[in-house]
């Protein structure tokens, strides 16, 4: 289960790895939080709570080149007054900025489930929340259009 301490503005992984965030705040819709990556310039996270879903995207070092697409994650959130914390559901959904979202990591999914790492409800969760994501993408054609459809009008 990944931790996000909003008081320390810090990340744990399950791994155990700590990391500082730069930006930490909660929204009306969620937690925003933007942390550096060894690859990236910075990884930025939302927690979509009402909807069960992680929006990640990570922009590139080189203001030139394009980002990948933005990941939608089923996740479960759990929240007090000083942490947000989510587990991890697997399955997801690739949105790139031009083209048709797609489901990812179908195969890691189904073995995690096969496995017992993820119980029944949590499947059948993770799946209809990702396929509802997908339509609703679909029918709106765009992340941001989605995000506005779901009242969310923050820039991403």
Same mark, same amino acid.
């Given at each position: 289960?990944?931790?996000?301490?909003?008081?320390?503005?810090?990340?744990?992984?399950?791994?155990?790895?700590?990391?500082?965030?730069?930006?930490?705040?909660?929204? !009306?819709? &969620?937690?925003?939080?933007?942390?550096?990556?060894?690859? %990236?310039?910075?990884?930025?996270? @939302?927690?979509? =709570? $009402? #909807?069960?879903?992680?929006?990640?995207?990570?922009?590139?070092?080189?203001?030139?080149? !394009?980002? &990948?697409?933005?990941?939608?994650?089923?996740?479960?959130? %759990?929240?007090?007054?000083?942490? @947000?914390?989510? =587990? $991890? #559901?697997?399955?997801?959904?690739?949105?790139?900025?031009?083209?048709?979202?797609?489901?990812?990591?179908?195969?890691?999914?189904?073995?995690?489930?096969?496995?017992?790492?993820?119980?029944?409800?949590?499947?059948?969760?993770?799946?209809?929340?990702?396929?509802?994501?997908?339509?609703?993408?679909?029918?709106?054609?765009?992340?941001?259009?989605?995000?506005?459809?779901?009242?969310?009008?923050?820039?991403?």
């Amino acid at each position: 289960m990944e931790v996000i301490d909003l008081f320390s503005s810090q990340r744990r992984r399950p791994t155990g790895q700590v990391h500082r965030l730069e930006v930490c705040h909660v929204e !009306r819709w &969620g937690l925003a939080v933007e942390c550096p990556t060894p690859d %990236h310039d910075v990884e930025i996270t @939302w927690l979509l =709570a $009402d #909807l069960g879903l992680r929006l990640t995207r990570l922009r590139p070092r080189n203001r030139h080149s !394009r980002p &990948g697409p933005s990941t939608l994650t089923a996740v479960t959130i %759990h929240r007090d007054t000083r942490s @947000w914390a989510t =587990a $991890d #559901l697997l399955l997801s959904l690739e949105v790139p900025d031009a083209g048709r979202p797609r489901i990812a990591r179908a195969a890691e999914f189904a073995s995690a489930v096969a496995a017992g790492a993820i119980r029944q409800s949590e499947a059948d969760y993770a799946f209809r929340t990702v396929h509802r994501t997908l339509d609703e993408i679909s029918m709106h054609r765009s992340i941001n259009q989605w995000l506005a459809y779901r009242g969310i009008f923050d820039p991403w």
